[in-house]
């Protein structure tokens, strides 16, 4: 079993930044296929970012160019930078990953974009 704690949401006005954290209860190295997904009221949650133990990264067209997802190994922690965020970037935040053929999930974090 692993627990995902998400941190750095916040109040932002638009054009602003913000940097999320996921931190695993195990060592990061043994957590796989994480990424990040946001929801919003009565909407389904939707993929935003992945990273795959190897470093390879993949977006959602919508952040493309905007946000940045890393494994920090050293910290053990998964990170997303988020840039240049928008009013429709408003949503709950949540962490994924996996361990041992399970997928665990963060409480979330609420990100607010708003002037």
């Known amino acids: 079993q692993v627990q995902l704690v998400e941190s750095g949401g916040g109040l932002v006005q638009p054009g602003g930044s913000l940097t999320l954290s996921c931190t695993p209860s195990?060592?990061?190295?043994?957590?796989?296929?994480m990424g990040w997904y946001r929801q919003t009221p009565g909407k389904q949650r939707e993929w935003v970012a992945s990273v795959v133990s190897g470093g390879a990264t993949a977006y959602a067209d919508s952040v493309k160019g905007r946000f940045t997802i890393w494994r920090d190994n050293a910290n053990s922690r998964l990170t997303l930078q988020m840039n240049s965020l928008e009013p429709e970037d408003t949503a709950v935040y949540y962490c994924?990953?996996?361990?041992?053929?399970?997928?665990?999930w963060g409480q979330g974090t609420q990100v607010t974009v708003s002037s």
């Open positions: 195990r060592d990061i190295a043994v957590i796989r296929g």
């Open positions: 994924k990953g996996g361990y041992r053929g399970r997928a665990y």
